[in-house]
């Protein structure tokens, strides 16, 4: 396993702002949409049943944009070890040449789902998340 995950997002009329290319609160979304994604494919079954994560910091780069209909495919990861009880996603979007034409690092932050206290993140939680080197 390498720790990356993957999903492709296409752009809808609804999307698109009033500059003719996805609004930046859309990307922001697809970030999140991604994140929750990843979580619910590679998280251990008792992971998910007790911890829920919060977005506590987006740092986005934009280097290009898409239109209505036009596809990107997302690439997520999980950045370093995590600190306490917050963990660094990064996640890049390419257009259908390959060029990285968004690119986000953000912080996320684990609660008890019962809590909704904040919780260290452990090593065991976040592995299936992380780059793998190879052997």
């Known amino acids: 396993m390498t720790g990356r995950f993957t999903r492709s997002f296409t752009a809808e009329p609804h999307h698109i702002d009033e500059l003719g290319h996805v609004n930046n609160a859309v990307w922001v979304q697809w970030i999140q949409e991604l994140a929750g994604a990843h979580w619910d494919a590679a998280a251990r079954p008792d992971d ?25 495919k997302a690439e997520t990861w999980i950045d370093g070890a995590p600190k306490g009880a917050k963990s660094d996603r990064r996640v890049d979007f390419r257009h259908a040449g390959g060029k990285v034409i968004v690119s986000a690092r953000t912080t996320w932050a684990m609660l008890d789902k019962e809590t909704q206290r904040l919780v260290r993140v452990r090593p065991e939680v976040v592995a299936p998340f992380q780059l793998q080197e190879p052997q």
């Open 48 to 72: 998910v049943a007790q911890f829920i994560w919060v977005v506590v910091r987006h740092e986005i780069d934009y280097r290009g944009n898409i239109v209505a209909g036009e596809s990107v």
